[in-house]
């Protein structure tokens, strides 16, 4: 799908969390950022900082306190259209979120059973094929409760690739998975994009996989509730002077 | 805009023609179409020309493997773009799922051995309480008072409004039902003495126990089975800690404290609702007092009440077992729910009909 102009566009966004009591706790605000069709967009921070709050506001689940967000095109508040805009997006949470009840192999089949009209024998060979790009073509009978948490990263994967989605979301796709297993999640985000010209977004802490993956990334920071970093993660790495930037790219201890 | 597909000979090779976007959509037309064209015999090679293919993505490489096994060998491609032969190579790295071993059928021998197991986890799950119990002063600090006073808020405070409500209603139906009968001999007084003797020892701690199972046994299944799937209770084993001792103690407790109270709330308002009958019958209230204690002794009250603590404990003890034993993903606690439900119900029944044999051999 060739889009002009950026597929995601975050305008001015911020999120406060009311507390006990008639508080509110800000988590972040004046977040801007688009990303433009075929990227690798990384966002990354430390733990806490409202990376996984910000993916769900993108993709329509929580509405932002402040600013806009649009997708594809739509805007997704209010998101009059926002069922059109999910079928062209795959998300995978941060905890997997397979249905319980159902095999890997239906947890896939089941995005291409509700939006497309292929033969029940088309749609477990498709199931499959996805299930084997993230390497559990032998894992296809199983329930999420009998495969390992790496297991369940990649068949979340799977799920969120199942319709070939030009943009895809993906939260800490490569935690707990080893080293060789997350090289090959890189390749095959990197191998997607170039083929299929999808564009991905991606939260991550693995140093070695944002430098292999990010063509830019967002670094926000829960002290400085917002942005404090936005760009090539190289340059970032060497010359940022932002010492919370290079604490996190020279994996010191701030 | 959909795919479509056009079947053509050219030197003697077969060729398919694809146009437009091979995606997951766009094939869904073209599936069955492309797989019987793969599958017939060819006399020479298979050719997939995609020159005019806007898209190709992995449902349409799908489409393309598919084609290549029904075919029985490779397919040649023309017109692809660069990136597809990447992407085949991908999918063709994936190894073939596993064959599935057929389940071996029933016999009797693999039924009883089933039976037994279930049988022998009832029987080691009562052991287990009893040690639980019995080491219970050594793990007092296992034992926490504030999850045994919220059990016993949940189990008990929280369903006095639907006890007093469901005991009047009762009441109030038994007395209309059996007055009827009962006026043609002129005999209406003694509703006062069938209603309470069948409340007071069968109906009371019977329906409260019924209640118990529905609004607690289940919760208490549905919460031990969350933890069991989230493997909270693997980690209360892991931290030195018994499950037993700190999970099911309390509830056995709460529910053994909350049922004496709970039935004597249902036996009152059954009474209660039995005397606005019989006053409306033109029957003073004192005339209902005294029928009442001419029929009923302590002993069928405490009898009752000493029911209603057995299905009590009956009822948590089911509960928790079912949460304990609970498999793996949300349908196990669902199935842990119902068979909370279910099992109290049965187990209840069952205990009523020892106590009756048990209750007439005493002369009670
Ligand atoms: N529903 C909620 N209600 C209140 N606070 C919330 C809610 N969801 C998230 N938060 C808060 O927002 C902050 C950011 O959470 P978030 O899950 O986005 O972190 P994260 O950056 O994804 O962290 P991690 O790397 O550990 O996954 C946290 O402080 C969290 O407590
Ligand atoms: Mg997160």
Redesign the pocket.
């Given at each position: 799908m060739a889009l002009d102009g950026p597929v995601l566009e975050v305008r001015d966004v911020a999120q406060s969390f009311s507390t006990e009591g008639f508080g509110t706790r800000l988590i972040y605000e004046h977040v801007s950022f688009s990303v433009t069709a075929g990227e690798v967009f990384v966002i990354l921070g430390g733990s806490g900082c409202g990376?996984?709050t910000l993916m769900k506001q993108i993709i329509g689940l929580l509405p932002p306190t402040a600013g806009s967000v649009r997708v594809l095109g739509h805007d997704m508040y209010p998101g009059d259209d926002r069922g059109d805009v999910l079928t062209r997006i795959g998300v995978m949470f941060?905890s997997g979120a397979l249905f319980g009840s159902m095999t890997l192999l239906e947890n896939v089949m089941l995005p291409l059973q509700m939006h497309t009209d292929l033969p029940e024998e088309a749609r477990v060979a498709l199931a499959r094929a996805k299930l084997g790009l993230v390497g559990l073509a032998d894992s296809t009978e199983l329930l999420p409760a009998e495969i390992s948490g790496g297991m369940a990263k990649r068949a979340a994967i799977a799920r969120a690739l199942a319709l070939d989605p030009p943009l895809l979301f993906l939260?800490?796709p490569s935690a707990g998975l080893d080293p060789v297993t997350s090289a090959g999640l890189d390749q095959l985000i990197l191998d997607l994009r170039d083929i299929l010209r999808a564009t991905f977004v991606v939260?991550t802490h693995e140093l070695a996989s944002i430098l292999a993956i990010a063509d830019r990334c967002l670094m926000l920071d829960r002290g400085a509730h917002g942005v404090i970093a936005l760009g090539d993660p190289r340059a970032l790495r060497d010359g940022s002077d932002d010492p919370r930037v290079r604490a996190f790219f020279r994996r010191e201890a701030a | 805009m959909s795919a479509t597909l056009s079947v053509s000979t050219e030197d003697g090779a077969t060729v398919l023609r694809f146009t437009g976007r091979m995606d997951a959509a766009g094939i869904a037309g073209i599936w069955t179409q492309t797989m019987r064209a793969a599958a017939e015999p060819h006399e020479g090679a298979l050719v997939a020309d995609l020159a005019g293919v806007a898209l190709c993505d992995t449902a349409g490489a799908t489409l393309l493997l598919g084609a290549e096994a029904r075919h029985g060998g490779p397919i040649g491609l023309r017109g692809q773009e660069a990136g597809l032969d990447t992407l085949l190579d991908r999918l063709r790295r994936a190894p073939p799922p596993p064959q599935p071993t057929p389940a071996p059928g029933w016999t009797f021998t693999s039924l009883a051995r089933l039976g037994l197991r279930a049988a022998g986890g009832g029987i080691a799950y009562l052991g287990e309480v009893a040690v639980a119990l019995a080491m219970a002063p050594s793990r007092r600090r296992m034992l926490r008072l504030s999850d045994l006073l919220r059990t016993a808020d949940e189990a008990g405070v929280r369903a006095v409004p639907l006890i007093l409500m469901l005991g009047f209603l009762i009441g109030l139906i038994l007395a209309f039902q059996s007055a009827v009968p009962l006026q043609r001999f002129g005999a209406e007084i003694f509703v006062a003495n069938l209603v309470s003797v069948s409340l007071l020892r069968e109906l009371g701690p019977l329906l409260t126990a019924v209640i118990l199972a529905g609004r607690t046994g289940s919760a208490f299944a549905a919460e031990i089975g969350t933890m069991k799937v989230n493997e909270e209770i693997a980690a209360i084993r892991t931290l030195g800690l018994d499950p037993m001792t700190m999970l099911v103690l309390p509830r056995l407790l709460a529910a053994l404290l909350v049922m004496p109270a709970l039935t004597l709330l249902m036996d009152a308002s059954g009474i209660a609702g039995m005397s606005v009958v019989m006053q409306a019958l033109g029957y003073s209230p004192d005339a209902i007092a005294i029928q009442i204690r001419q029929t009923v002794a302590l002993g069928d009250l405490f009898g009752g009440l000493f029911k209603a603590m057995m299905f009590g404990a009956a009822v948590a003890a089911i509960g928790c077992r079912c949460g304990l034993a609970a498999g793996n993903g949300p349908r196990a606690v669902g199935q842990a729910a119902t068979g909370a439900v279910v099992g109290g119900i049965v187990a209840m029944v069952l205990l009523d009909g020892v106590f009756a044999v048990l209750f007439y051999l005493l002369g009670w």
């Amino acid at each position: 799908m060739a889009l002009d102009g950026p597929v995601l566009e975050v305008r001015d966004v911020a999120q406060s969390f009311s507390t006990e009591g008639f508080g509110t706790r800000l988590i972040y605000e004046h977040v801007s950022f688009s990303v433009t069709a075929g990227e690798v967009f990384v966002i990354l921070g430390g733990s806490g900082c409202g990376k996984s709050t910000l993916m769900k506001q993108i993709i329509g689940l929580l509405p932002p306190t402040a600013g806009s967000v649009r997708v594809l095109g739509h805007d997704m508040y209010p998101g009059d259209d926002r069922g059109d805009v999910l079928t062209r997006i795959g998300v995978m949470f941060q905890s997997g979120a397979l249905f319980g009840s159902m095999t890997l192999l239906e947890n896939v089949m089941l995005p291409l059973q509700m939006h497309t009209d292929l033969p029940e024998e088309a749609r477990v060979a498709l199931a499959r094929a996805k299930l084997g790009l993230v390497g559990l073509a032998d894992s296809t009978e199983l329930l999420p409760a009998e495969i390992s948490g790496g297991m369940a990263k990649r068949a979340a994967i799977a799920r969120a690739l199942a319709l070939d989605p030009p943009l895809l979301f993906l939260d800490e796709p490569s935690a707990g998975l080893d080293p060789v297993t997350s090289a090959g999640l890189d390749q095959l985000i990197l191998d997607l994009r170039d083929i299929l010209r999808a564009t991905f977004v991606v939260v991550t802490h693995e140093l070695a996989s944002i430098l292999a993956i990010a063509d830019r990334c967002l670094m926000l920071d829960r002290g400085a509730h917002g942005v404090i970093a936005l760009g090539d993660p190289r340059a970032l790495r060497d010359g940022s002077d932002d010492p919370r930037v290079r604490a996190f790219f020279r994996r010191e201890a701030a | 805009m959909s795919a479509t597909l056009s079947v053509s000979t050219e030197d003697g090779a077969t060729v398919l023609r694809f146009t437009g976007r091979m995606d997951a959509a766009g094939i869904a037309g073209i599936w069955t179409q492309t797989m019987r064209a793969a599958a017939e015999p060819h006399e020479g090679a298979l050719v997939a020309d995609l020159a005019g293919v806007a898209l190709c993505d992995t449902a349409g490489a799908t489409l393309l493997l598919g084609a290549e096994a029904r075919h029985g060998g490779p397919i040649g491609l023309r017109g692809q773009e660069a990136g597809l032969d990447t992407l085949l190579d991908r999918l063709r790295r994936a190894p073939p799922p596993p064959q599935p071993t057929p389940a071996p059928g029933w016999t009797f021998t693999s039924l009883a051995r089933l039976g037994l197991r279930a049988a022998g986890g009832g029987i080691a799950y009562l052991g287990e309480v009893a040690v639980a119990l019995a080491m219970a002063p050594s793990r007092r600090r296992m034992l926490r008072l504030s999850d045994l006073l919220r059990t016993a808020d949940e189990a008990g405070v929280r369903a006095v409004p639907l006890i007093l409500m469901l005991g009047f209603l009762i009441g109030l139906i038994l007395a209309f039902q059996s007055a009827v009968p009962l006026q043609r001999f002129g005999a209406e007084i003694f509703v006062a003495n069938l209603v309470s003797v069948s409340l007071l020892r069968e109906l009371g701690p019977l329906l409260t126990a019924v209640i118990l199972a529905g609004r607690t046994g289940s919760a208490f299944a549905a919460e031990i089975g969350t933890m069991k799937v989230n493997e909270e209770i693997a980690a209360i084993r892991t931290l030195g800690l018994d499950p037993m001792t700190m999970l099911v103690l309390p509830r056995l407790l709460a529910a053994l404290l909350v049922m004496p109270a709970l039935t004597l709330l249902m036996d009152a308002s059954g009474i209660a609702g039995m005397s606005v009958v019989m006053q409306a019958l033109g029957y003073s209230p004192d005339a209902i007092a005294i029928q009442i204690r001419q029929t009923v002794a302590l002993g069928d009250l405490f009898g009752g009440l000493f029911k209603a603590m057995m299905f009590g404990a009956a009822v948590a003890a089911i509960g928790c077992r079912c949460g304990l034993a609970a498999g793996n993903g949300p349908r196990a606690v669902g199935q842990a729910a119902t068979g909370a439900v279910v099992g109290g119900i049965v187990a209840m029944v069952l205990l009523d009909g020892v106590f009756a044999v048990l209750f007439y051999l005493l002369g009670w």
